[in-house]
């Protein structure tokens, strides 16, 4: 009986099972250090090494000369035709600028720019906060994400650089309620501010390496894990996804979902009728029976079981989730915080990018998630 014990123990087949498991986590360790270790070396490489460095690069205090007199800004030599903008963004480590204005902040948009499987060393972080009281507490409650996820974090959820700035104009409303936001009294004065405020967030923050950059308000709380590499792989200079909102329906007593973002549409001839009678000061709205403009809004093209890579030709597009070929915004393509073309702000935006020669694409049946208030 004690030979046969014996015999078990010393089974070779065991024996190579257990060899071969050892391995494997020795090769899992190593090779997790490795990818680690080079992402560390990537930062370093990439950190800027003065304050006059461009804001996309992580700037890290870097030593003085021993006579105590900062070291002089390097002369770097940027080759923009060299920055690509591709459908294979992490094959060939394109940088991503992610600006987001924040009036509020919410955990679940945090949680969710964490959860993002793009690689956090490539991605820039830009906020435009307002300078009122809700905007403070915006403001402090991002700085504690930032400094949990930045410096008690692990270093692959580490972003390569943040900045955080904050509006030098006071915002039109004084509440920042769904209601208050969505009347339609409040939409032009709301919305020329909305434009400002990304102007001043984009023209500061654009940097000679970025390829990529996707707006995300901060109410957007649930995206899918690949969101930049879905949107990317389309390789479209503009692309939008469809927003929907979660909400409990009275109704049915049970959870549901509907259509929240209406500026994302197909121009009709009713629409284009409204706006040769306007005057030059005067927009055209989206979502209001009062301005019935009887466009096809992406909205509604949606499909249960449709499939997500389908594409719709888009003329205005809506800024929840908005990515933008950086080259589309140095060619001049910007946020009319004036009426253009009877449009303004995002809608404004798609048309002037159609001007410079860049059309806009929708992926109707590709969701992200507003915040239900």
């Known amino acids: 009986m004690a030979t046969m014990r014996s015999l078990r123990r010393f ?3 065991t024996l190579a099972i257990g060899a071969l498991f050892c391995i494997g986590i020795v090769v899992f360790l190593f090779s997790t250090s490795s990818q ?69 902040f919410y955990q679940e948009y945090w949680d969710n720019l964490l959860k993002l499987s793009y690689p956090h060393e490539l991605i820039t972080l830009a906020f435009i906060i307002p300078k009122n009281k809700e905007g ?37 409303l004084i509440s920042q309620d769904e209601a208050e936001r969505h009347k339609m009294d409040n939409q032009k004065i709301r919305r020329a501010a909305m434009s400002r405020a990304r102007n001043s967030l984009l023209f500061t923050t654009l940097g000679p390496s970025t390829s990529w950059v996707l707006w995300l308000d901060s109410d957007i709380v649930e995206t899918p894990p690949s969101l930049i590499e879905d949107l990317a792989s389309h390789d479209k200079p503009i692309i939008v996804p469809n927003c929907f909102q979660r909400f409990y329906d009275p109704k049915l007593k049970a959870h ?16 284009q ?28 093209l ?49 048309r002037m990018a159609r001007r410079l020669g860049w059309s806009s694409t929708g992926l109707p049946n590709y969701k992200v998630y507003h915040y239900n208030e």
């Open 11 to 13: 089974n070779p087949i």
């Open 36 to 104: 680690d270790a080079a992402s560390s070396r990537l930062r370093k490489a990439s950190a800027a090494s003065n304050p006059l460095s461009p804001p996309t690069s992580p700037f890290r205090k870097s030593s003085s000369n021993p006579d105590g007199k900062r070291i002089p800004p390097p002369v770097v030599h940027y080759y923009l035709n060299n920055i690509t903008s591709s459908a294979s963004p992490v094959a060939n480590r394109e940088t991503i600028l992610i600006l987001t204005p924040l009036a509020r």
């Open 136 to 172: 403070n507490a915006a403001t402090a409650a991002l700085q504690a994400q930032i400094q949990k996820t930045q410096t008690a974090g692990p270093e692959k959820k580490r972003f390569a650089s943040i900045i955080i700035e904050r509006q030098d104009f006071d915002p039109p």
């Open 256 to 271: 549901s979902e509907r259509p929240y973002d209406f500026n994302s549409w197909k121009d009709s001839s009713r629409a």
């Open 273 to 300: 009728e409204l706006g040769a009678q306007m005057g030059p000061e005067e927009i055209l709205l989206e979502g209001y029976a009062e301005m019935a403009t009887y466009r096809t809004l992406m909205a509604y």
């Open 302 to 350: 949606h499909e249960p079981n449709g499939d997500v890579n389908a594409e719709v030709d888009l003329d205005g597009v809506g800024g929840t989730a908005l990515m933008v070929k950086a080259d589309v915004h140095r060619d001049g393509a910007m946020f009319p915080p004036f009426p253009f073309y009877h449009l303004i702000e995002t809608e404004g935006f798609a």
